[in-house]
Structure formats: structure tokens, C-alpha cells
């Protein structure tokens, strides 16, 4: 049995959108109950010290009472021994007589408190308790020579307490709030995309036009996506045309040569005889290698126009090494021609950025060119050299009878031919060798040799620029 293979959730905006909110949400939800916390317990710390301190001045107010004597009111007994948690203690202690009152464990100040009853505040520990207490001085009544030291202390349960509820409050309510704003923007976001209805619309009317997508009403969040495919239809027009136009060149060139070879076809049925099938034989021997070199170069055409993103990425390619190598591959053409056919170049690297076997393509039709049309016993030189700026120059030079000047600037012309030429030819080659120097950033100068002939020159820049 097959395994079924497993169905992978489609991406979610939405998901996505309180994904990457929920964990910065969360954090500053933590960072912030944190504070809530620091700040509940510095307010609850100063009031529970502003009461304990004012417990502590009240209680050695009445101490003072010189009428009570050293005996604590019923009132001071009440203030300081109703403590229904047990949190609170206190402890009057006479400097002369020791402790008098209150609890014997509690421990006193570091440092005694000012003898103008300002109360001292401080914190220690009971049992196991951190403590945080207050004390006062105050002068024993009826004996000025000693002093009551009265603390009053409480454990720091109340204040956490306190604390702690604020903190519940805080975190409850921000809870609530971000609860609220995660669902908000879960609603939001399917409003918010409403606004590519018109788009979708748009792009779901059309049967095959490639018209560009962008309006006015595309949001701006939207335009790189639209301004992408925008783009994309634009190179697939200039794709569409590149096929339609080779779809009417082939058509068009390959009809001459088609209605000829249905012609001699005919010939040769209506009339056997060998000399006549013979002759037939060869026209559709040229016909055929004249169609046969109209459709490769209507594709090598086709493929010179082709956008650079169709090619793939230029590499770095040392001229000096490939065209050398090229020239040597066309020798022996040239011998049977009867075509002498150098190169002229210095012995070092000459980069280039660009594809090798498009400027093979280029190098051919120039050599095949010069040895066509220059004819017999003349001499083609193929040379490389470096040019100011790091530009790299290749020329293809020939001595043959050359093309009138006013004609130069048509030869690039996809099928420009000179008239009264006796070879065969579709054409295209020039078109060939401009498309392909225009990619690769050249430039292509047509100039007449001295004393006569045709020298094509074309001039790459420098790899870097
Ligand atoms: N070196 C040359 N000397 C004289 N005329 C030339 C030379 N090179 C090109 N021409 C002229 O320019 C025309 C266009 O050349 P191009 O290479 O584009 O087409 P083609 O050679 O006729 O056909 P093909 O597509 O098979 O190359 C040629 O027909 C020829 O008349
Ligand atoms: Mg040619």
C-alpha cells in the first residue's frame, strides 16, 4: 500500500500575523507585570512605613504621658496588641531598665534612633520573618536621665499582599486587552485583503492578454508583487512576439526554397531521363542546404534575442584562449575555398564576460562571411587585441571586394543581402552577430579595409564594467 502522503497546511496570513505578534506580545506582557509589581510593592513599602512610623510616634507620645507613668495605656495595649494575623510585634525598652514591654526577640536598630522622636526606620528578621520595623526615642516619664526606645514591627506579608493583587489586576486586565487586539487584527486582516478584490477580478476577466495588472487601486503593500508580475508578462510579450515573428520568418523563408523543390520534384517525375533527374537532383541538393541553413540561422537568430535571463549568468571567458582555437577549426574550410585565413594576437589573457557558444555563433559568421565574399585567393585575418580601458577588440578583416559605404550601416538588418551576390545565404548573419554583441554589452563597427575588402570589428568591454 501507497503511504498517503502527508497534506501540508497552507500558509496562513492570519496565523502568521499572531504568531510573530503573540511572542514580543508576550514577553512585554511579562516585562510588564514585572514593573506593575516593583511599582505596586514601592508604593505599598512607603505607605505601610509612613503607618508604621506614625504607630511608632503615637506610641511613645503616650509613653511621654508623664500622667500614665511607665505603664502603657489601655489604648497603646489595644493599638499595639490587635494584630488578627499575627504579623505585628513591639518592644519598649528603657535605657536604664530594659525591656518593659512587647517582645523580647525583637532585635534593635544598628544605630540608636535621634532622641527628637523621629522615628528610625529599619528592617531585621524574627524567627524566620524578615521584619520591617520603626523605633523611636522619647524620654521616660518622670526621669529625665533615662530614655524609652519604643519599636514597632510588622512582617512584609501585608505588602506583598498587596503587591500581588495589584499585579492579578494588571495581568488580567492586559490580558484581556491583548485578547482584544489579537482578535481585532484577526478580523482585520480579512477586511484589510477585501482590498485586492478588484485585482483578483481583473486578473480572473482576462482569457490570455499579458496587459499589465498595476492600477491605481492596487495598495502600496501590493505593488512589488504586481510591479513582479508586471514584469514577468512583459518578458513573456517580448517571448511570445520572438516566437511569433520566427513562426512568420520560417514560414517565409522556407516557402522559396519549398516551392522550388516541389518544382524540380515535378521536372524529374514528368521527365526521366537521367540527365533531367540528374540535374533535378542537384537544385534540390541546394535547395535543401539552403533550407536546412535558413532554419538553423533563424534559430541561432532566435536564441541571440532571447532575454539574458533565459541564458543564465555571463562567466568569465579569456578571448585569447577561445577564438584562436575557433580560427583553427575554420582553417581547413578556408584552404578548400582557397581562403588563407590567419590570426594575429598576442600571447595573453583577454576576458571577457559572456557565453561561449554564442561568441562561437558571432566568430562563424564573420569567418564564414569573409571566406564567402571574399572569394578565392584572398587572404582573411582574424586578430584580438586589448584597447584602452580594457576593452577588448576582435576584427575579422578580408581583402575581397568589400560592400559600398553607403550600404555599411544595413548590413545588421535581418535579411539584408547585397543584390548581384552569387553565394547563397539567408541573410542573417550580421543580425546574428549584433544581437549577440549587444548582449554581451559590444559594440560592432563596420569599416572598409584599405585598399579594399570589408573589416568587422567588435569591441567588448572590460569584464568589470
Ligand atoms: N566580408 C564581406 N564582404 C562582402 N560582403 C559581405 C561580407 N560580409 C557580408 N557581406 C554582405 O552582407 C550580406 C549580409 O550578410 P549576412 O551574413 O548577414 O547574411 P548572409 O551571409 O547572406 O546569410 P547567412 O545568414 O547565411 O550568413 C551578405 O549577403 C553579403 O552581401
Ligand atoms: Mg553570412
Known amino acids: 500500500m501507497n503511504p498517503v502522503p502527508a497534506v501540508r497546511r497552507r500558509p ?58 511607665t505603664q502603657l495605656s489601655p489604648q497603646a495595649r489595644f493599638l499595639l496588641e490587635y494584630d488578627r494575623e499575627g504579623h505585628s510585634y513591639f518592644q519598649v525598652n528603657s535605657a536604664r531598665r530594659g525591656l518593659l514591654a512587647g517582645s523580647a526577640q525583637l532585635l534593635p536598630a544598628t544605630a540608636a534612633p535621634p532622641p527628637d522622636n523621629t522615628p528610625q526606620l529599619y ?17 521616660a516619664p518622670g526621669d529625665p536621665s533615662d530614655s524609652l526606645v519604643v519599636t514597632v514591627a510588622e512582617t512584609l506579608h501585608d505588602r506583598h499582599q498587596q ?38 477580478a481583473r486578473l480572473a476577466a482576462r482569457s490570455h492578454e499579458l496587459t499589465p495588472i498595476g492600477g491605481p487601486d492596487v495598495p502600496q503593500e501590493i505593488l512589488p508583487l504586481t510591479r513582479t508580475i508586471d514584469a514577468l508578462f512583459s518578458r513573456l510579450r517580448g517571448m511570445l512576439a520572438l516566437h511569433d515573428r520566427f513562426i512568420a520568418d520560417a514560414a517565409h523563408q522556407l516557402r522559396t526554397p519549398l516551392t522550388g523543390l516541389s518544382l524540380h520534384v515535378d521536372r524529374a517525375i514528368a521527365d526521366p531521363r537521367p540527365e533531367t533527374v540528374t540535374d533535378a537532383l542537384a537544385h534540390i541538393q541546394r535547395l535543401t542546404q539552403r533550407a536546412a541553413r535558413t532554419s538553423s540561422q533563424l534559430l541561432a537568430l532566435t536564441r541571440a534575442q532571447a532575454s539574458p535571463l533565459e541564458l543564465g549568468e555571463p562567466i568569465l571567458l579569456d578571448l585569447g584562449k577561445l577564438i584562436p582555437e575557433a580560427v583553427s577549426q575554420r582553417v581547413h574550410d578556408a584552404l578548400r575555398a582557397g581562403v588563407d585565413l590567419g590570426y594575429e594576437g598576442h600571447d595573453q589573457a583577454m576576458m571577457i564576460l559572456g557565453d561561449a557558444s554564442s561568441m562561437l555563433d558571432l566568430l562563424d559568421n564573420l569567418i564564414d562571411n569573409a571566406i564567402r565574399y571574399a572569394g578565392r585567393d584572398s587572404m582573411v585575418t582574424v586578430a584580438l587585441s586589448a ?20 550600404l555599411l550601416p544595413r548590413l545588421s ?31 560592432v563597427i563596420y569599416r572598409l579595409a584599405e585598399p579594399h575588402g570589408l573589416c568587422v570589428e567588435v569591441h567588448f568591454p572590460p569584464p568589470s564594467a
Open 12 to 69: 496562513s496570513l492570519r496565523r502568521r500575523l499572531l504568531l510573530v505578534l503573540l511572542v514580543p506580545m508576550a514577553i512585554l506582557l511579562i516585562l510588564d507585570a514585572l514593573l506593575t509589581y516593583g511599582v505596586a510593592l514601592t508604593y505599598a513599602n512607603r505607605v505601610h512605613d509612613r503607618d508604621l512610623s506614625d504607630d511608632a510616634v503615637m506610641l511613645a507620645k503616650m509613653l511621654a504621658d508623664p500622667r500614665l507613668g
Open 123 to 139: 528592617s531585621t528578621r524574627l524567627d524566620s520573618h524578615a521584619l520591617r520595623a520603626a523605633a523611636v526615642r522619647t524620654t
Open 163 to 200: 503587591a500581588n493583587e495589584i499585579l492579578l489586576l494588571s495581568i488580567m486586565v492586559q490580558t484581556t486587552l491583548i485578547a482584544a487586539v489579537l482578535s481585532l487584527l484577526w478580523f482585520g486582516v480579512g477586511r484589510g485583503l477585501r482590498v485586492l478584490d478588484p485585482l483578483t
Open 387 to 406: 584597447q584602452g580601458g580594457g576593452e577588448v577588440c576582435l576584427s575579422i578583416e578580408d581583402n575581397g571586394p568589400g560592400v559600398p559605404p553607403d
Open 413 to 443: 538588418e535581418r535579411f539584408f543581402r547585397l543584390a548581384g551576390s552569387n553565394e547563397e545565404g539567408s541573410g542573417l548573419g550580421l543580425a546574428i552577430v549584433q544581437r549577440t554583441a549587444e548582449r554581451h554589452h559590444a559594440r
